[in-house]
């Protein structure tokens, strides 16, 4: 049973535009925390966006100004607006869930299993 699935990555101009989704069910649905990571080949995944149930946002400092999180709950969807997209943006991303997330923990409940966001110059 899918709980968490990605889409919406593909391959994309330096300063251009993407915006991912990651449809949400089962158990993934009720957590408190849902949120956005990423893992470029060779480097260890990192926390990019996360939105709690009362709608509080938290950045990485790479993706702020820059990146928007969001959900909609009525479509149980996760969304990561991504602007002005750079060649070091370049990963797989993957959306999760937990009941107290953070950016800096990895250990999530539940992962999705990504999708490929690649940025070329």
């Known amino acids: 049973q899918d709980q968490l699935l990605e889409s919406g990555g593909g391959s994309v101009e330096s300063g251009g535009s993407l915006r991912l989704s990651c449809l949400v069910s089962?158990?993934?649905?009720?957590?408190?925390?849902w949120g956005w990571f990423r893992q470029a080949p060779g480097k260890e995944r990192q926390g990019v966006a996360t939105?709690?149930?009362?709608?509080?946002?938290n950045y990485a400092a790479s993706a702020k100004g820059r990146f928007t999180i969001s959900q909609d709950n009525a479509k149980n969807t996760l969304y990561l607006q991504m602007n002005s997209l750079k060649p070091e943006d370049t990963a797989m991303y993957y959306c999760?869930?937990?009941?107290?997330?953070?950016?800096?923990?990895?250990?999530?409940?539940?992962w999705g299993q990504g999708t490929q966001v690649t940025v070329t110059s």
């Open positions: 999760a869930a937990d009941r107290l997330g953070s950016l800096l923990n990895m250990h999530w409940d539940y």
């Open positions: 089962g158990s993934a649905a009720n957590a408190n925390c």
């Open positions: 939105i709690d149930s009362d709608g509080a946002t």
